[in-house]
């Protein structure tokens, strides 16, 4: 082994040592279970999904990423594609909320995610884009992806 050669070697292990998350640390949020969007600052964790059919999932969990029932929270989804902009109620099935209707076709258009607490807290507004394609990276679809760009 070159001197060289030994220093990538010694540099490369520093890296390894730097990016390793040990195992005992709790998940990364934003890596959420069911490949959806991590709705930030909310508690439990709010994971936005759009399924196959359009509709909308909101999942929770807490701390450690486990599933936990919706209780209070209260979710309205306003999409606004050039066609116009629709308005999504959602209802308790199960464990989470489900939208009654689905997103509007397309995809590269805003969403704002009324997210209540509780009925009568005020909403904050969660903004994205709907980018419905797979990210390269991540392989998760490009609204709910975790690489940095
Ligand atoms: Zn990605």
């Given at each position: 082994?070159?001197a ?28 959420t ?6 709705l ?17 999932t909101?999942?929770?969990y807490?701390?450690d ?16 594609p ?6 999504l ?28 607490q ?17 990210c ?11 690489c940095?760009?």
């Open positions: 082994m070159n060289n050669l030994r220093l990538l070697t010694l540099a490369g292990a520093l890296c390894v040592g730097l990016f390793t998350v040990p195992a005992a640390d709790k998940q990364d949020p934003k890596a279970p069911k490949g959806g969007r991590l930030e600052k909310t508690a439990p964790h709010a994971e936005f999904v759009v399924e196959k059919d359009r509709s909308v909101i999942h929770f807490n701390e990423m486990k599933p936990v029932p919706a209780t209070t929270q209260n979710v309205t989804v306003i999409a606004a050039a066609s116009g902009k629709a308005t109620q959602f209802e308790k099935k199960g464990d989470s909320l489900v939208s009654r209707t689905k997103l509007p076709e397309g995809e590269g258009y805003n969403v704002v995610v009324q997210f209540r509780t009925a009568d807290a005020k909403p904050r507004n969660l903004r994205f884009k709907l980018e419905t394609h797979t390269a990276e991540c392989q998760r679809a490009e609204y709910a992806c975790i940095d760009h």
